[in-house]
């Protein structure tokens, strides 16, 4: 019998399915194959795909219903949209003077001192209203979609304190309910010490596991608990003596981990069998090991170094060589990366980590889908999932990195339908 479709794209030059025989995350060699079909096309049915492969047998497959949509792609690259898993989108506003400072070479501690840095962020915010903080947030989401993500991963941690880490994920929630992409929303109360506990961290500590998991597990405003484990914010017994509490009401652990210092944090996501942990520039070769073994995800934020700036990036060459399952996300904030753009993310990737563009895409969408819990959603254009995805003004997939700083996508459909600025 065939198929029934009211979407059909046809004329797709590439077209990126990203298909995979068995629900896991793609590893080493596999992790390049993106699945790419010549003169490809896409069937979708209710906002589900129905058949996506080559054009001759998707005709032969499917039975159009009068009054469906044809989309001709104009003989260019289709592909899943990206899955951004690690972002903290809703933020108050952007920190340009730091970036000087930074690029002029004041330390980190030095700008902190002077007012920079998360701490900025954190007063920004709790001076907001929810309601101004949604409609600049709403803003950004839509530079998000309109860049080509159609599921987003949102952290809190610019409230650090009940009232305004709840603000953060109503807004989170607010968010999802308005837009037609996926938002995913996590609690990151831990993302610092406030500095009114600066004397007292062991308090702040009480507050988070005591007091804003529960009130977040309870009243469903996150799916995941992340902390960011470091020197000088939280150490690595603080951070699994939280990470466990969350673990028990039913969330799902993730961390930031590794990043300025090798403090162990990979390590204890891996005890603890978290989702993931992001970040890793400083992450030793036997703990690369130790993940490949582990099902935790490494999540890499290329655009964290280039935005500080660094000249160092995660090992991801070595990662994917060892067996590490990795994704690629935008970490979009207003202090080490500003940018909510994944195509950059990805050129970023592949000029200073060495992935090979497809190794890229497929971590920025079919990888990053398993970190944010829809393998069976998103993350690739695979019979079932919901038809997300972009046209691009590209004829090669190579142009994605290759063209770095422009905005290679021309349409973004989100459920099957074609999105716009007012959608959002
Ligand atoms: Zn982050």
Same mark, same amino acid.
């Given at each position: 019998?065939?198929?029934?479709?009211?979407?059909? !794209? =046809?004329?797709? @030059?590439?077209?990126?399915?990203?298909?995979?025989?068995? +629900? $896991?995350?793609? /590893?080493?060699?596999?992790?390049?194959?993106?699945?790419?079909?010549?003169?490809?096309?896409?069937?979708?049915?209710?906002?589900?795909?129905?058949?996506?492969?080559?054009?001759?047998?998707?005709?032969?497959?499917?039975?159009?219903?009068?009054?469906?949509?044809?989309?001709?792609?104009?003989?260019?690259?289709?592909?899943?949209?990206?899955?951004?898993?690690?972002?903290?989108?809703?933020?108050?506003?952007?920190?340009?003077?730091?970036?000087?400072?930074?690029?002029?070479?004041?330390?980190?501690?030095?700008?902190?001192?002077?007012?920079?840095?998360?701490?900025?962020? !954190? =007063?920004?915010? @709790?001076?907001?209203?929810?309601?101004?903080?949604?409609? +600049? $947030?709403?803003? /950004?989401?839509?530079?998000?979609?309109?860049?080509?993500?159609?599921?987003?991963?949102?952290?809190?941690?610019?409230?650090?304190?009940?009232?305004?880490?709840?603000?953060?994920?109503?807004?989170?929630?607010?968010?999802?309910?308005?837009?037609?992409?996926?938002?995913?929303?996590?609690?990151?109360?831990?993302?610092?010490?406030?500095?009114?506990?600066?004397?007292?961290?062991?308090?702040?500590?009480?507050?988070?596991?005591?007091?804003?998991?529960?009130?977040?597990?309870?009243?469903?405003?996150?799916?995941?608990?992340?902390?960011?484990?470091?020197?000088?914010?939280?150490?690595?017994?603080?951070?699994?003596?939280?990470?466990?509490?969350?673990?028990?009401?039913?969330?799902?652990?993730?961390?930031?981990?590794?990043?300025?210092?090798?403090?162990?944090?990979?390590?204890?996501?891996?005890?603890?069998?978290?989702?993931?942990?992001?970040?890793?520039?400083?992450?030793?070769?036997?703990?690369?090991?130790?993940?490949?073994?582990?099902?935790?995800?490494?999540?890499?934020?290329?655009?964290?170094?280039?935005?500080?700036?660094?000249?160092?990036?995660?090992?991801?060459?070595?990662?994917?060589?060892?067996?590490?399952?990795?994704?690629?996300?935008?970490?979009?904030?207003?202090?080490?990366?500003?940018?909510?753009?994944?195509?950059?993310?990805?050129?970023?990737?592949?000029?200073?980590?060495?992935?090979?563009?497809?190794?890229?895409?497929?971590?920025?969408?079919?990888?990053?889908?398993?970190?944010?819990?829809?393998?069976?959603?998103?993350?690739?254009?695979?019979?079932?999932?919901?038809?997300?995805?972009?046209?691009?003004?590209?004829?090669?997939?190579?142009?994605?990195?290759?063209?770095?700083?422009?905005?290679?996508?021309?349409?973004?459909?989100?459920?099957?339908?074609?999105?716009?600025?007012?959608?959002?």
């Amino acid at each position: 019998m065939k198929q029934e479709a009211d979407l059909l !794209v =046809s004329n797709c @030059r590439q077209l990126l399915t990203l298909q995979n025989p068995s +629900v $896991s995350t793609r /590893r080493g060699r596999l992790l390049g194959d993106l699945g790419l079909v010549q003169d490809g096309m896409i069937a979708a049915y209710h906002g589900r795909i129905v058949a996506a492969g080559p054009e001759s047998k998707v005709t032969e497959q499917i039975s159009f219903t009068p009054g469906g949509i044809t989309v001709d792609a104009g003989h260019s690259v289709v592909m899943p949209g990206f899955v951004d898993c690690h972002t903290h989108t809703v933020f108050a506003n952007y920190r340009l003077d730091e970036y000087e400072w930074r690029i002029a070479g004041r330390p980190y501690a030095e700008i902190a001192k002077a007012g920079g840095g998360i701490a900025k962020s !954190v =007063s920004d915010v @709790r001076g907001m209203s929810e309601k101004t903080l949604l409609a +600049v $947030s709403r803003k /950004r989401l839509n530079g998000c979609i309109s860049n080509g993500s159609t599921t987003i991963e949102i952290k809190s941690g610019y409230g650090l304190d009940l009232e305004n880490e709840l603000k953060q994920l109503r807004v989170i929630r607010e968010l999802d309910r308005l837009s037609p992409v996926t938002i995913v929303p996590t609690f990151c109360g831990a993302h610092s010490v406030p500095p009114e506990y600066a004397q007292d961290r062991e308090a702040y500590i009480d507050l988070v596991v005591n007091e804003m998991i529960p009130v977040v597990a309870k009243e469903g405003l996150a799916e995941y608990v992340d902390v960011f484990c470091e020197t000088g914010v939280f150490t690595v017994p603080e951070a699994e003596r939280i990470l466990r509490a969350a673990v028990e009401l039913g969330l799902k652990a993730r961390l930031h981990a590794d990043e300025l210092s090798d403090v162990g944090a990979a390590d204890l996501a891996v005890r603890l069998t978290a989702i993931s942990a992001d970040h890793l520039t400083k992450i030793s070769p036997s703990t690369v090991v130790r993940l490949a073994d582990s099902s935790v995800i490494a999540v890499l934020l290329p655009g964290t170094s280039f935005g500080l700036p660094s000249l160092q990036f995660a090992p991801a060459r070595e990662m994917v060589n060892k067996g590490v399952a990795i994704a690629i996300a935008s970490d979009f904030n207003p202090g080490s990366s500003p940018s909510e753009s994944m195509s950059m993310m990805i050129a970023i990737a592949c000029s200073h980590m060495r992935l090979s563009p497809a190794e890229a895409i497929a971590a920025a969408t079919y990888n990053a889908a398993f970190v944010v819990g829809r393998e069976r959603e998103v993350g690739s254009l695979e019979v079932g999932k919901r038809a997300d995805f972009l046209i691009l003004d590209c004829e090669d997939y190579r142009e994605i990195p290759y063209r770095f700083g422009i905005n290679p996508v021309r349409q973004v459909f989100v459920g099957g339908r074609l999105w716009s600025r007012e959608d959002a």
